[in-house]
C-alpha cells in the first residue's frame, strides 16, 4: 500500500515513486500470467484506444494512459490530476453522482455511463478491482469511442442501422423531463 502524500501535487508520480522505489524503464515486473518490463506494460497501456483510469481504494486517481487526446476525453483532468482525491477532482455539485458511481462499481457490477453524439459514442464503464484475497482494491475507468467499432463492422459486413420503429425515441442531448 502506498502511503500518500498529503498535498497533492502534479509531481505526485514522481514523489510517491522515490518513496516507495518503484520499478521503472527496463525493470521487471512479474505479472499473474508473465513477466514484463515497466516500459512494455507502459507501452501495452499506451496503446490501446481508450482511456484507462485506475483508482486506489483511498479514492485517488493512481493511474491514466495517454492514448486520447485531452480535447476527446469523457471527463478530462489527466494526468496533473493524479494523486489526488475524487473530492478534489470533481466538483462539490458533482460529488453525489461520482459517489454513487462508485458505490454502485464496488458491489462487483460495472457502471456505464454514455454520452452519444453525432461524430462519437463515448461509453465510460467502471469496475471495483479486486486483490489476491478478493478484498477491494479500487476501481478502473475505462472510456471508449465506440462509433469507429461499429463504423468498422458496417464496412466491413455492408450492414447498416436502420431506426427500429417500436422504440421509442430517446432524446440524449436534453436530459430527463419532468411530468406534472
Not at 158 to 173: H, N
Request: charged share 25%; net charge negative; aromatic share 8%.
Amino acid at each position: 500500500m502506498v502511503e500518500h502524500t498529503e498535498e497533492s501535487t502534479s509531481s505526485w508520480v514522481t514523489e510517491t515513486s522515490k518513496k516507495v522505489n518503484a520499478a521503472k524503464g527496463s525493470d521487471y515486473v512479474e505479472l499473474d500470467q508473465g513477466l514484463m518490463t515497466v516500459d512494455q506494460i507502459d507501452a501495452v497501456f499506451n496503446c490501446l484506444p481508450l482511456e484507462l483510469i485506475t483508482i486506489d481504494k483511498d479514492d485517488r486517481y493512481v493511474y491514466c494512459n495517454n492514448e486520447i487526446p485531452k480535447k476527446m476525453l469523457l471527463s478530462p483532468r489527466w494526468p496533473e490530476k493524479l494523486g489526488q482525491t475524487l473530492a478534489q477532482v470533481h466538483q462539490s455539485s458533482s460529488l453525489p453522482h461520482v459517489q454513487a458511481i462508485m458505490d454502485y462499481a464496488k458491489t462487483g457490477k460495472t457502471y456505464e455511463l454514455v454520452k452519444p453524439s453525432e461524430n462519437e459514442y463515448m461509453v465510460a464503464s467502471f469496475k471495483d478491482m479486486k486483490d489476491k484475497n478478493d478484498q477491494y482494491a479500487g476501481v478502473t475507468e475505462w472510456i471508449v469511442d465506440l462509433l469507429p467499432i461499429i463504423n468498422w463492422y458496417l464496412d466491413q459486413t455492408g450492414q447498416k442501422l436502420v431506426p427500429d420503429e417500436t422504440k421509442k425515441t430517446v432524446d440524449a442531448s436534453s436530459g430527463a423531463s419532468k411530468k406534472a
